[in-house]
């Protein structure tokens, strides 16, 4: 079982998280090279409510975009025009833009406010 299918499951039972299915979830753990957590997302998917888990050094923090969380993906997004998903770089260093979206192109959408939940796993 991946890592994401095990934290899934922890969060259906711990949580009672029916909505988190690896359909509408994407996980990333911090970056090797550079403090961030990478993501490309399908568009597609932000038809629909999309969950983020952001694997940290000691927890996992659970952001919660509901559907139509922002009027226009590309006006606060990179989008890859070769995969058609949104191309998400969020910064894991807590001394600087901490949960922002810091990928070229992007606005510095600020993810705090759609944190669920943060916990140890």
């Not at 770089?89 to 606005?107: C, M, N, P, R, V």
């Amino acid at each position: 079982m991946s890592e994401k299918s095990q934290i899934i499951k922890y969060m259906q039972s711990n949580f009672g998280s029916t909505s988190v299915k690896s359909n509408n979830t994407s996980f990333s753990s911090i970056n090797k090279s550079k403090q961030v957590w990478w993501f490309n997302v399908p568009v597609k998917k932000f038809e629909d409510a999309v969950n983020l888990l952001l694997k940290g050094t000691d927890e996992i923090t659970w952001i919660h975009l509901p559907t139509n969380f922002v009027n226009n993906l590309a006006s606060k997004f990179k989008i890859r025009e070769d995969k058609n998903a949104v191309d998400l770089e969020i910064s894991a260093d807590k001394s600087h833009l901490y949960l922002k979206d810091i990928k070229s192109g992007g606005t510095h959408f600020d993810f705090k406010p759609f944190v669920k939940e943060k916990f140890k796993f």
